[in-house]
């Protein structure tokens, strides 16, 4: 497979790290920041993606950027025919979302959205071991600490225009994917946001706490203001037991399930380890012809719970 990079920060270098250990055929990489470009040897590089996605034979290519940049990016790269494989948020808007979705089913090429987390070995436990049991309800808690510091870091975060929403669709969307995933897709929603300590820092919410609910029911609380990262933790309420995961840990009624644990972290812990996985079983699924199962439908998702929490602002709305 031939691939190319859009966006060296932080994630980018993840996926950088990961082609490279996977001995894949990186091609180009694009920012538009030289400085960043300047880090990365042995690679052609670009500062303006169309160029680069017009200029070289690429089968994959890895969008890595702001939010906001997320829809035009996709979309340029299907309707060439190139394989996309897209950071989350697939996008921040529901117009973008259905030109996503035109433009997939239009393509010859595969889209498929980094919900990475789908891949730990706990989230794997849990969604085969409640397949064939009724969950009553579960909770969500993601509790990690983004300071001025990290909102400094880029111009694009913190920002309804570029960042689309805060704690919500960025940090806490894989905990709303996989609650969706597990649970089901919800009918209802109710939800508060609230910008509790980083009012001078951010337009958007640090804070969230969200019902979902219908036939499929899950509370998610989620904040950037806790004093260190924790662990994401999901609970699944059923048969009067209670299954608790973390990235780490499977417990049943308070009593640890031993499981495998996944291997070596790439980048930051909370991202979990999945990104090699989720790379790998792209290219295997473009490779072979076969579908990839985190398409742009599915990567939709949680965007749609999302975008519907903003809208609730305390009032039951239908999904
Ligand atoms: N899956 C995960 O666990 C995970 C973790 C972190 C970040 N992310 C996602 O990855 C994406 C990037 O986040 P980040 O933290 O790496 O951000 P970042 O700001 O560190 O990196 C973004 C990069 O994109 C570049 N860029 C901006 N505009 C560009 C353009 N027009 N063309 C080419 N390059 C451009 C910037 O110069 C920068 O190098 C976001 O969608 C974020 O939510 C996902």
Known sequence: MKSAIIGLGVIGKVHYEVLKKQGEDLVAVCDIDTEKLGELEGVKKYLDYRIMLDSEQIDVVHVCTPHYLHAEMVIYALNKGINVLCEKPLCINSEDIDLILKAEKESKAQLGVCFQNRYNNTSQYAKNFLKDKKVDFAFGFVRWHRDKKYYDSADWRGKWATEGGGVLINQAIHTLDLLQWIVGEPEKVIGGTFNRSLKDVIEVEDTAVID?????????????????????????????????????????????VDIDKDPEWFGKESYGNGHEKIIRDFYGAVANGEKFWIDGREGAKAVKLVLSAYKSEGNVIEL
């Open 212 to 256: 979902f609910f219908g036939k499929h029911k899950f509370t998610l609380f989620a904040t950037n203001t806790s004093p260190k990262d924790m662990p994401i933790e999901l609970r699944f309420f059923y048969n009067n037991s209670v299954l608790a995961i973390t990235p780490e840990e499977v417990k049943i009624d308070g009593n640890l």
